[in-house]
């Protein structure tokens, strides 16, 4: 016969098994799923664009579905084109998301396209890469402490060439004792794979030793990719100002220029302003 001790003690082991084995799964039902917090890339942008970097602005939003605010960790990065890749990084993060709600942090990622060529040594100035970006959000979550949160994000980034710019020609017309005028035509040409604009050109132009005119021009031409223009800047030379050494020098073929100042681009991914320094020969037309 089994003792009263005996059967309690049974009663007692089971129960202990059926709360042990089963409870944690029956506990996890009645609470529901442990929630999770969700992050997204909400937009990118370009900034600081020039012709030696850029920085790439990601804008990465994240969710605080806990009863307790939220603290940032940090945010990594890892950059590709074509699985080849070529920038990673880390920032620490600080501040903490309230509860229940959003915040959106920036991540800035410089790219030197100097450094990107050496990688990605098919590509050449001028061109429009894509990139995959790999990125993490690491927060410091409740019970389960540091949490990391991929997200992942398509995009393409230029590697801006300059334009080419000269002096093509001079066309003198009015020729006299008193001087003359004439058109000189700018030539600029886009080496690049992204059409862009002459928002702006400033320039101080010498013949020779002569210094022929200076001024600026807005919204000058338009370019397509690969294509050239020339922009028509009117002349002037007079000879009370300047003798008669300047007939004698408007009368030939040629003659040799300077050109200083600068050149105001816009493009699909931002403005850019190159600085002018350029000298040659260039032929006159009569």
């Avoid at 929630?35 to 030696?52: E, H, N, Y």
């Amino acid at each position: 016969m089994h003792s009263a001790k005996t059967d309690h003690i049974r009663l007692s082991l089971f129960l202990g098994c059926v709360l042990v084995l089963p409870g944690c799964a029956l506990l996890q039902s009645l609470l529901g799923p442990r929630p999770t917090p969700t992050v997204s890339v909400t937009g990118v942008r370009i900034t600081d664009f020039s012709l030696t970097d850029l920085t790439l602005a990601f804008d990465v939003s994240i969710n605080n579905p806990y009863s307790v605010p939220l603290p940032l960790v940090n945010i990594d990065y890892a950059l590709a084109s074509q699985a080849q890749p070529f920038l990673q990084g880390q920032a620490p993060l600080q501040g903490t998301i309230p509860v229940g709600q959003s915040k959106t942090v920036t991540l800035p990622a410089k790219v030197v396209y100097l450094e990107l060529l050496k990688v990605l040594q098919a590509v050449r100035p001028g061109a429009i890469i894509p990139y995959h970006a790999a990125l993490g959000l690491s927060v410091n979550a409740p019970i389960v402490g540091v949490l990391r949160l991929p997200i992942e994000k398509d995009g393409q980034l230029p590697v801006p060439a300059p334009p080419k710019v000269a002096v093509s020609s001079v066309t003198w017309q009015n020729l006299s004792l008193a001087g003359a005028t004439g058109l000189l035509k700018l030539s600029v040409s886009n080496p690049n794979a992204f059409a862009f604009e002459v928002a702006g050109l400033d320039y101080d132009i010498k013949l020779g030793a002569f210094s022929l005119t200076k001024g600026g021009l807005t919204n000058a031409a338009s370019l397509a990719a690969g294509a050239a223009h020339e922009i028509g800047i009117k002349v002037a030379v007079s000879t009370s100002q300047a003798g008669l050494a300047i007939l004698q020098m408007v009368r030939g073929q040629s003659s040799s220029y300077s050109l200083a100042g600068a050149l105001a681009i816009g493009t699909p991914f931002g403005p850019l302003r190159l600085p002018l320094a350029l000298s040659g020969q260039v032929p006159f037309l009569h």
